[in-house]
């Protein structure tokens, strides 16, 4: 019998007996935390560091909108293409090293770009770096896991929360630094975070030297990802609900990151207002980040949330068309607050699910499927916003994403598990 790609599932071995014990306990969690902090802090500063600097780098490089939405299409086309072989990549290598892997190209992809001579080169180095934050996204949460098992909570929290910061910081910074040393300085310093990162990742795959083989062979104590049979996930219309809500919020996010700073410029607005009113988009998202999956939790069926959501949005892309340089910053903080269906989406895998293999198996098909979806939108947007001389169109596009999350929040929120779907 010839099973789906997503039949089997990746899991995270158990981590209570791999965790040190004594002083070795202190010091190899303290590298551990810290890996995992600055690691979260350069996951999306590829992305954000960019976007406010189109105006000038296209002037510099010569391009237009189509190679914007082409970079803006980039960063979810490399998370879906990682999150499905990083497993695989993890069961060779172990968590560990792939964490370092990841850390590695980020640098490098960050540093070279700000070189870059001409678009090609740019793309090509903007993948790299966003090939090891695809990686990253997939082996942090398990490595959250295997070292904090008694603090799971409160470290992911904080995890969550740098990636927001990393979110958010970068393109409020991005302009002044541009101003005082050039977009490439801007855009190349941020390399600095992903080094400091890669350092104490270094610092725990030489101290588990001798369990190296532990890590390939996947026995008691390794850090590698395990392969597991599951249900045919492709049946379940929660699974497809998931999917649908997931993709249209990252559609809308990554759309948003990608254009929201050419819109308003375009509508009179400067660049410093832009790249600020981005940051406050990412402070929404750290927002509904701190407080969605807990009102999640204590709903019995929160599809109330997704339409709160979606009001957001309607309100937000209608500001945006009717007057987007008045209002500008409620305009934004609405969409931002929008994407309270990502954490949503996030808690929902484990609530909807009865066993880890559920768990899993609902998370890889959702992120999969849902970053293929979302890589789309930055490049339609951009096309529809050529095509039309204006950006009513491209925010009807992103309106009727609304309608399609709403649907797939429906599905996936009624009180019901995974695997009697299945």
Not at 39 to 46: N, Q, Y
Not at 288 to 302: D, F, Q, V, Y
Not at 340 to 354: A, E, K, Q, V, Y
Not at 391 to 397: C, D, F, M, R, V
Request: hydrophobic share 50%; charged share 10%.
């Amino acid at each position: 019998m010839i099973r789906s790609s997503y039949d089997y599932v990746v899991s995270a071995p158990t981590v209570s007996e791999t965790t040190p014990t004594g002083i070795s306990l202190v010091r190899g969690r303290i590298l551990v935390f810290a890996a995992i902090v600055l690691s979260a802090l350069t996951l999306r500063a590829a992305v954000t560091s960019i976007s406010p600097l189109f105006g000038r780098i296209g002037t510099d490089l010569h391009f237009g909108s189509t190679v914007i939405g082409v970079v803006g299409m980039l960063p979810p086309a490399m998370f879906a293409v990682f999150g499905l072989a990083t497993p695989f990549l993890a069961k060779r290598t172990g968590l560990e090293r792939a964490a370092l892997l990841a850390m590695g190209l980020t640098t490098l992809g960050m540093a070279t770009r700000a070189f870059a001579p001409n678009t090609v080169s740019l793309l090509v180095l903007s993948a790299i770096a966003l090939a090891g934050m695809g990686i990253g996204n997939v082996v942090i949460p398990p490595l959250v896991k295997r070292y904090f098992s008694d603090r799971l909570a409160l470290v992911s929290t904080i995890y969550i929360c740098v990636m927001q910061v990393s979110t958010m910081v970068p393109p409020l910074l991005a302009v002044p630094v541009a101003d005082a040393h050039g977009w490439r300085v801007s855009i190349g310093v941020w390399a600095v975070v992903g080094l400091a990162a890669a350092l104490p990742w270094l610092g725990v795959v030489v101290a588990r030297r001798g369990r190296d083989a532990d890590d390939v062979s996947g026995e008691a104590g390794s850090a590698a990802v395990h392969v597991e049979p599951a249900g045919r996930i492709h049946r379940s219309p929660l699974a497809w609900g998931m999917v649908m809500m997931f993709a249209m919020t990252s559609l809308i996010t990554y759309s948003m990151l990608t254009w929201l700073p050419t819109l308003l410029i375009d509508s009179g607005i400067g660049e410093g207002l832009a790249g600020a009113s981005v940051a406050a988009f990412g402070a929404m998202g750290l927002v509904t980040s701190l407080a969605t999956p807990t009102l999640c939790a204590k709903m019995r069926n929160p599809f109330g949330l997704v339409v709160v959501a979606a009001v957001c949005y309607f309100g937000g892309f209608s500001g945006l068309h009717w007057s987007p340089s008045a209002g500008t910053v409620l305009w934004v903080c609405l969409i931002g607050l929008g994407t309270m269906t990502f954490p949503m989406s996030l808690t929902l895998i484990n609530l909807r699910t009865r066993s880890a293999v559920g768990s899993s198996s609902l998370s890889g098909f959702t992120q999969g499927l849902g970053y293929v979806v979302s890589s789309t939108g930055p490049i339609l947007f951009g096309v529809l916003h050529t095509a039309s001389g204006g950006w009513g169109l491209p925010l009807a596009l992103l309106t009727g994403c609304v309608a399609v999350l709403l649907v797939g929040g429906f599905l996936c929120c009624r009180p019901r598990m995974l695997e009697d779907t299945w």
